[in-house]
């Protein structure tokens, strides 16, 4: 279990030269109150951007430092696994990221990069996707389970299951099965060179017992077969190459093609989100008559334009959708058929070592025969006879070797079919669905919403209401789709617990009760608070005064001078 301290940050954001320091482990509910713009939401950007070197908002990185002090920005957290002690220090102008394990530092030798996966994969063994929808649960920039896309959602349920390593152990255990493929293909053909080598001795010793008077015009005959041999070998081999210079000449533009597939996604992303921001404000224009801030009647040629201002943004960003979904499409079998000669370069390659192989033990075969011939006086049966059980000897090594690569193969062909997506890692995950399902369940009546929730094995949602009509997520309100926001983080938590994965003792909340909550999903919702145990819940809200009595701590931000600063309340 993570169980997070302390944190403490300056020069972050709008804070100022002074430390803020905020006690994660000290009281059960802390609410986080303040006036807009006054920095409750900077706890949530500290502890993501010191963890993950990213803010949970949508903020670029050179916004992060404090503007008018430009330097020393520096966020510190303090964290304890098990019975050790973690410290991490993450600053900007200058770059900072220190781990401390019990107060010594970790050794930094290794890339940023590699360090920070120290931190996620070694020390916390969870990544930012699972991290934000088991800890954090916020208005801006969180991303629901329910409207992620299915492969994020099985890659959050599989860090949650703690069951990721099986996926990297398939990535090892692909690339040990490609050498055994490997190896089996050249000790095969280095068996299957040794049987026809035997042969050829075999009939040779045989023709050299019986026919001793024939035997040059034979060893003159076998020359020339090697000859014709060797001359159609390098035939083939000439023609292989080209072939093989030509392919790769078609698949240069492979990563040309990968990169425009990357960015055309990325404008996927962002056109997506453009959509939900139209989406959104076309609604809100069609729903409303009054202004929600200043009350004020909004005109209706106002409400006109707007809405068909917006009508017209999303007609044309549709329209660019289709478009761009054809460039992707276009881009990806692309991308397909470069894959595809890949493989045939690959399979060409080999059959291009076989033919090599087979030319070098032409040209030692004819060598082994012009000695032969120069010495055909002093010729012994009996090392030729030697030299045969030398073969054999041979070939019986190789068939050991190639059946115990092979048995070696069988052994990891079958651990990877248990380590893929339909061996064990589908069954831990059927087996966790219905304990999932239940918990939801649970949650969502507690929070007075009876409807019956289901996830599949696909992590698709299957929702029926009292009278058991079926309706998905996005059918319901904003309050509703946040009840089942909620019994989802808090049913990973549960989940996280059970497996003792992505277990902590911190949840955050940002502007939950400000947004889609109504007064009787915030008492369920406390409901829920009051039956966890070892759990610091930290609520950013607007409503102080309504909620003051609800909790065991306040903690009140203030901007004073331009600067954010904590008063305890």
Not at 3 to 8: D, S
Not at 17 to 35: K, P, R
Request: a negative charge; one cysteine or more.
């Amino acid at each position: 279990m993570i169980v997070f301290k302390k944190i403490r940050w300056k020069n972050f954001l709008s804070t100022g030269n002074q430390f803020i320091e905020v006690d994660l482990n000290q009281t059960q509910t802390t609410l986080i109150i303040g006036s807009n713009g006054s920095g409750k939401s900077t706890l949530l950007d500290a502890v993501c951007f010191v963890l993950f070197n990213r803010p949970f908002r949508i903020i670029k990185k050179e916004q992060i430092v404090n503007t008018v002090n430009n330097g020393d920005c520096v966020v510190e957290i303090e964290f304890t696994v098990g019975r050790k002690n973690y410290k991490v220090i993450r600053g900007i102008k200058p770059i900072i990221f220190e781990i401390y394990c019990d107060g010594e530092l970790l050794n930094q030798e290794a890339s940023s990069v590699d360090y920070q996966k120290v931190l996620e994969q070694n020390i916390m063994k969870l990544n930012y996707r699972s991290f934000v929808q088991v800890i954090i649960l916020g208005s801006s920039s969180y991303e629901p389970f329910m409207k992620m896309k299915a492969r994020y959602r099985r890659d959050v349920v599989e860090e949650i299951l703690d069951i990721k390593v099986f996926t990297q152990m398939d990535l090892i255990l692909r690339d040990q099965q490609s050498v055994l493929t490997k190896n089996i293909t050249e000790v095969r053909h280095r068996y299957d060179l040794l049987d026809k080598e035997i042969q050829l001795q075999s009939n040779h010793l045989n023709t050299l017992e019986t026919r001793q008077n024939q035997d040059k015009d034979y060893k003159l005959e076998l020359l020339q077969k090697n000859d014709e041999n060797a001359k159609k070998l390098r035939v083939d081999i000439e023609e292989l190459e080209k072939t093989i210079k030509n392919t790769e000449t078609s698949v240069q533009d492979k990563e040309k093609a990968e990169k425009k597939l990357r960015q055309l996604e990325k404008i996927q992303t962002k056109i997506e989100q453009n959509l939900q921001t139209h989406k959104k404000t076309l609604e809100f224009f069609q729903d409303n008559d009054n202004c929600p801030t200043c009350t004020q009647k909004l005109e209706a040629e106002f409400r006109g334009e707007k809405i068909d201002y917006e009508k017209g943004k999303l007609t044309t960003l549709n329209d660019g959708m289709k478009d761009l979904v054809q460039e992707i499409t276009k881009a990806e079998e692309q991308i397909n058929e470069y894959t595809g000669l890949s493989n045939k370069i690959r399979d060409m390659n080999i059959d291009l070592a076989k033919l090599n192989t087979s030319l070098d033990g032409v040209y030692e075969h004819t060598k082994r025969i012009n000695k032969e011939l120069e010495s055909m006086s002093e010729e012994d049966t009996d090392k030729l006879k030697l030299e045969l059980n030398n073969l054999k000897e041979q070939i019986v090594e190789s068939k050991t070797e190639l059946d115990k690569i092979t048995e070696e193969k069988k052994y990891v062909d079958v651990i990877r079919e248990i380590l893929s997506e339909k061996g064990a890692r589908k069954r831990i995950i059927k087996k966790y669905l219905p304990i999932m399902n239940q918990l939801i369940n649970q949650y969502l009546q507690s929070m007075d919403f009876f409807i019956s929730f289901h996830l599949d094995e696909e992590f698709k949602e299957t929702v029926k209401s009292r009278h058991r009509d079926t309706f998905d997520y996005n059918c319901f309100s904003e309050g509703e789709k946040m009840r089942i926001d909620l019994a989802l983080v808090f049913t990973w938590r549960a989940i996280a617990k059970m497996k003792n994965s992505t277990n902590t003792n911190l949840l955050i909340l940002d502007e939950i009760f400000d947004s889609s909550l109504d007064g009787q999903g915030t008492e369920d919702f406390f409901k829920i608070i009051q039956t966890l145990s070892n759990e610091n819940v930290f609520i950013i809200s607007h409503k102080g005064d309504i909620l003051f009595d609800k909790f065991t701590n306040i903690i009140k931000f203030e901007k004073q001078n331009n600067f954010t600063r904590l008063q305890n309340v």
